[in-house]
């Protein structure tokens, strides 16, 4: 299978998951109110992974994440898990994913710095595009249910959680380049391992002061299932998102991911009654083109200077 090809198949993945993710999260906390235990669980079971990359690895090769990978990339995983379950927790999952169409942006300037990646103009067309259309989103949405200081801190931490993302898209492709795929699993994996030890205590202690609800108690209505399922679609989502990155552009990869943007906008009108308006059906089809414009234009090819910054960053 070509990069495209790859790129393709994990955008697809990405975009199922995190639309099941946004959606099964918020579900989860409607009567639950320990966003710093579900952040948790979501990245701790990530540690699943480790397995699966001992069983596929190829001999002698190194699967376990190094201690300067997992200090650069598990706080930017951990703020933007704990921004992104909280804003689910404030704000329509409609508006939290129209945060996240301005990933583009970001990483398109992250990447111009980082990784010396070309500004062309097919590219900056795409995510001129993607970010008119989530503004068309955003502008029209309802939070019927939600109070406007619930909405306000649901935008700003789910803006959090965008940056962090960016950050952790484009550390990743600095980091680690293009790597096989036990490697990005042994990646993420680690950082889950990691997370489960350190993260532990804290989520006890948080609950334990009564800052958020004791969820091992019997009088806590804890929907295990749907708390479970909304981190096991998470899982799904890092992995494909850690395997885009190996094989493409960390700009194609945001781009892509919002085209899960209008299906999470469809969900909560069919769930929640938040119907979308003739504008929000024009930013969609706006994010389409947008998507359209990077799969079907020239292929961007990294200049040298790039590639010499890749190989300092690995060593």
């Known amino acids: 299978m070509s990069h495209r090809g790859h790129a393709g198949c994990a955008i697809f993945l990405t975009s199922v998951a995190t639309i099941c ?36 690895r190829k001999e002698g090769g190194r699967i376990l994440a190094s201690v300067k990978d997992v200090a650069m990339f598990l706080p930017l ?5 704990y921004c992104l379950v909280q804003a689910l927790a404030l704000a329509p999952a409609g508006l939290v994913q129209c945060l996240f169409g301005t990933s583009p942006a970001q990483v ?35 939070f019927q249910g939600d109070s406007a200081m619930d909405v306000l801190l649901g935008t700003l931490c789910g803006l959090s959680a965008v940056v962090a993302a960016a950050c952790y898209k484009v550390a990743f492709k600095v980091r680690l380049g293009t790597p096989p795929v ?15 030890f350190l ?12 800052v958020e609800d004791r969820w091992w108690s019997s009088s806590v209505p804890v929907d295990w299932p749907l708390v479970l399922g ?26 892509g991911v919002n085209v899960g ?33 990077l799969v079907l234009g020239p292929a961007d090819r990294p200049v040298p200077e790039a590639e010499q910054s890749l190989t300092l960053a690995r060593t």
């Open 21 to 56: 993710t946004t959606q099964l999260t918020r579900s989860a906390q409607n009567q639950l109110h320990a966003p710093g235990f579900v952040a948790y669980l979501h990245i701790a079971l990530m540690s699943l992974m480790l397995p699966l990359a001992w069983l596929i």
């Open 77 to 81: 995983w951990v703020i933007s898990n």
């Open 108 to 142: 398109c300037l992250l990447s111009r710095i980082f990784l010396h990646e070309p500004f062309t103009f097919w590219r900056l067309l795409a995510i001129a595009f993607a970010f008119g259309g989530v503004l068309a989103l955003a502008a029209h949405s309802h």
């Open 182 to 196: 036990y490697v990005v699993l042994g990646v993420v994996g680690t950082l889950g391992f990691v997370a489960a």
């Open 199 to 210: 993260g532990l205590p804290l989520v006890v202690l948080l609950a334990w002061l009564n």
């Open 230 to 255: 909304s981190a096991g679609c998470d899982i799904i989502y890092n992995t494909a998102l850690a395997w885009g990155l190996a094989v493409t552009s960390p700009v194609f990869i945001a781009v």
């Open 261 to 293: 943007t209008p299906v999470n906008m469809l969900v909560d009108a069919l769930l929640h009654g938040f119907w979308p308006s003739i504008a929000q059906y024009c930013g969609t089809l706006l994010i389409a083109v947008s998507f359209v414009i």
